[in-house]
């Protein structure tokens, strides 16, 4: 099978959300922030995944987007987790930098899907 850099780095981002969420629960007590981040973290290689099976460029695109989405809102949720003291400065510039990566990858995809369409 084809190796799929995006899919490949998604699958191990939804990894690191696990974990980072099983963390936020049973070391920290942390319920609310952990859930919004599990669930936004997660749909990021859902959405990607997804794409590859749309019926259409357009459902393709529309994947990605909402995938790109998912990645803005799981940076936001990254940010106020440090900011709030709930994890390290180590941990979420690691996870941060993993996060824009994929989002790169993602504009960088939608993009040229968007420009083969014409």
Known sequence: MKENILIDKSIEFGVRIVKLHRYLIETKREYVIS?????SGTS????INEAQYGNSKADFIAKLHI??????????????????????????SSMLKDCVEIKRILIATINTAKSSES
């Open 67 to 92: 995938a790109l989405k998912e990645s803005a809102e799981t940076e936001y949720w990254l940010h106020i987790l440090h900011r709030s003291e709930y994890i390290n400065e180590h941990m979420a």
């Open 35 to 39: 859930n919004q981040i599990i669930r």
């Open 44 to 47: 990021i290689g859902a959405n």
